[in-house]
């Protein structure tokens, strides 16, 4: 079965630095994969997706991820952290073929800005 | 345009009694999407219907779930016999058409105890 882990459930950065959230998923057959955010009290909002073109994809809110089939990951980067950043972030993967669209969803990384 | 919307937003019952959770997709959208999320945890898959069929039951925990969702827009999830560990945040989200790559719009869920 498909499985998403990850790694670290709780992110803390200062404000202005670097942010990488990580994620690896275990498949024998390269899936989509997309990065989800979500704010207290509010529904999953899409930051980006990989859908097998660019490796390298942009997402909104200066986020971006770059895929790599030979780690199996697609880590999560922006290069300066606002004080907005701060939210839950869930990485998931669909498998893409007929009956199998559901989202499997890693555990969540609570990212946390200082100021 | 409207987004998913989901009520009620809170529902708070006790062991044993029948409750049903709604979900209005975006209009025109053709797959709709639940999962439940547990505290800590990321989103699980539950069920998804294309049209008026359920496409994928699989992730139902046991017969007491059940969805319906009879003109293929507003869906209900009816859960029988409630227990306490069925407390989470139900999500449902909405797709254009099935596709694995197709981006899901979540509502706000509604978050439901049992005591």
């Known amino acids: 079965a498909q499985s998403v882990t990850q790694l670290g459930s709780h992110v803390s950065v200062s404000e202005g630095a670097l942010v990488l959230l990580r994620c690896n998923y275990s498949s024998s057959v390269p899936p989509y994969l997309f990065w989800y955010v979500q704010y207290p009290n509010q529904g999953l909002q899409l930051l980006l997706k990989?859908?097998?073109?660019?490796?390298l994809v942009k997402g909104i809110n200066g986020f971006e991820a770059e895929f790599k089939k030979s780690e199996t990951s697609f880590h999560l980067t922006k290069p300066s952290a606002h004080m907005s950043d701060a939210a839950e972030y869930f990485c998931a993967a669909s498998r893409g073929v007929q009956g199998a669209q559901k989202l499997v969803f890693g555990q969540g990384t609570r990212l946390t800005i200082n100021p | 345009g409207a987004g998913v919307s989901q009520t009620p937003s809170n529902k708070v019952t006790e062991k044993g009694k029948y409750v049903e959770l709604r979900c209005d997709p975006i209009s025109g959208h053709t797959a709709l999407y639940w999962y439940r999320q547990s505290l800590g945890q990321g989103p699980e898959f539950l069920i998804y219907f294309q049209g008026t069929g359920a496409a994928d039951d699989s992730g139902l925990p046991n017969d007491r779930f059940f969805a319906v969702r009879p003109e293929g827009s507003v869906s209900t999830l009816k859960i029988q016999r409630t227990e306490r560990g069925d407390s989470a945040v139900y999500l449902c989200?909405?797709?254009?058409?099935?596709?694995?790559?197709?981006?899901?719009?979540f509502g706000p869920g509604t978050r439901l105890t049992v005591l």
């Open positions: 989200a909405s797709s254009l058409k099935v596709a694995g790559d197709n981006e899901q719009f």
């Open positions: 990989y859908t097998s073109a660019a490796t």
